[in-house]
């Protein structure tokens, strides 16, 4: 039997076939692009194999996706795969010998052409998956790449497909997402080589797509897994112009709310914000969720920035941040002699706010006796100071945010079903950062830039290696927690660009040495391990062992600490890396934590923690 003609191709355009060699001939058995062949004596199967020692059901050949799987069906004698017994099912690759009875099956394929073909979205995945661990192993460039062609007749795709199979290389991938769609990988191209390759593939689809455009997504600048990439591309080919290439970053929207930048790319943020600009113009009060750090601030400033009441007072009560013997004097004010300390009339934040917007920050904190008062100022718009008792009237808009489950904290007992219902008209809940994974590196070049400009140094640089540490790092404390740490940098950092060891210790890893609990000077002038270069804070290699000296004497066994005591070490510790975080603020110290600022008080006096000074700026 020859060899000579071609198979038929498979999924990723690959004819595959399989040489059959047996005592007496050889033949070819072409493989199909999906499907089942049997193997075994009986008259049906796909490929006979009529001899001694072969069962009549003996084997079976997979073919899926690009793969070709030899499955055993529990033969009498068993199939070998390269002189090994097969236990189920393998994947076999080119060249690979498969035994039955005296008979060999031999896997073979066509030579593949030089330019590549476009493949199934699902061995587009897996590739990209493959391609991502090889470039976060080796430290290697790689971009994703959308093009959007609009509607396309039959035809027409036919010939995109030519076109983008001439202007790619042997290496690259590519697939149709959509009839509309066309995405690429592009492993070992990076910043301009990567641009330069995305604009010569758009140039060689404009002949069949007028409108063509593109987007690229780099690894790790743009993000470190396959659905960020591919979204990053996609979005950034939305705003493409016609011909051309947009980056990931060009599809970042930014707001100037008040004295605040904010800057949105991930696409459900971009939704919640102009859901929010729509919400502004309501009257009805709206509850912000989310966890801590997570932008709640920020969206309450751009619901009352973005309403009739702008040109009106913005007045924010931070629930957690007072104690409760204060709150009520601070939330409707006081006369003159309401209490001791009270030596003159003081407005309190509702009549502030009057005009404007009351923002009621962590409102879950606020005590059930202040609740009640708070609900009838809102539902009758009429308040008394404390030691008064004349009525105000108020015009305010009320926005409450809190990272609590408030549900759960009315089952509880802790908080007013019927203030509840009033606090949420309308609710936005904010996703935290780890699920805006394109925002990461967005936000922390932003927040670098910042920190340089106050620190008075030259702009720095994000190292791929710094990138990949932020995007794996789940970042308990949102937006609060990046920002620090481009503060953090920013002080680390010794040369123009910014390394894994320049970041805080607790994202890379790094172990931390808990304070001293003495409250002495010495402690708010300590070096910690975690200050310090990486090189120094590693443990010096052991001498070796002297020539025919005697063998040192074995270790007595480490006495094993009570579980509650680690847990205090490791309360300590993460409440003195939060001051340090913040520069010793204790509100904020407090909010990284997800901790009342009164539990928060009460742990520093627990385990007598003196927040640091702030070093001045020179």
Known sequence: MTLDFPGQAGGDGVARYL?????????????PRDGTLAVGRSPEADIRIDARGVSRQHARVIIANGEVRIVDLDSHNGTL???????????????????????????????????????????????????????????????????ALGSLPRRAIVEAEAAAAAALRRMDVFAWNSAGELVAILPELGGEAARAAALELVEALAPVASEVRGGLAAYPSDGCDADTLLCGARAAAAVAGAGAIALVAETAIEHIIGSSRVVLADPAMIR?????????????????????????????????????????????????????????SELFGHEKG?????????????????????????????????????????DTRRFRRLGDLRERDVDIRVVAATNRDLEGEYAAGRFRQDLLFRLNAYVVQLPPLRHRPREIPILARLFLDQACARDRRPALQLSDAALRTL??????????????????????????????????????GRASAPPPSSGSAAQTNSVEPQDLPEQVTQRPLAPPPISGSAAPPTAAPQQVRPLSEEIKDLERQRIQEALDATGGVQAHAADLLGMPIRTFSSKLKQYSIVPRKVRSQP
């Open 19 to 31: 040489l059959v060699i047996d005592n007496a001939s050889s033949r070819r058995i072409d493989l």
């Open 81 to 147: 795969v390269n002189g090994q017994r097969l236990a189920g099912s393998r994947v076999l690759c080119p060249g690979e010998v498969v035994t039955v009875g005296d008979t060999i099956l031999t896997l073979w394929r066509e030579p593949q052409a030089v330019s590549p073909s476009a493949v199934d979205m699902g061995r587009f995945n897996q590739r990209l998956g493959e391609e991502l661990e090889r470039a976060n192993d080796y430290a290697r460039p790689l971009a994703v790449l959308a093009v």
């Open 272 to 328: 919640l914000f102009e859901l929010i600009r729509r919400l502004a113009g309501k009257e009805l009060s709206v509850l912000v969720l989310g966890e801590t750090g997570a932008g709640k601030e920020n969206a309450a400033a751009a619901l009352h920035h973005w309403s009739p009441r702008a040109r009106r007072p913005f007045v924010t009560l931070n629930c957690a941040a007072i104690p409760e013997s204060l709150v009520e």
């Open 338 to 378: 309401a209490f001791s300390d009270a030596k003159a009339p003081k407005p309190g934040l509702l009549e502030r706010a009057d005009g404007g917007t009351l923002f009621l920050d962590e409102v879950g904190e606020l005590p059930l006796s202040v609740q009640a008062k708070l609900l009838r100022a809102l």
């Open 471 to 508: 995007l794996a790092y789940p970042f308990p404390g949102n937006v609060r927690d990046l920002k620090n740490a481009m503060d953090h940098a920013s002080v680390n950092a010794e040369t123009n660009s910014v390394e894994p060891q320049d970041l805080p210790g607790r994202m890379t």
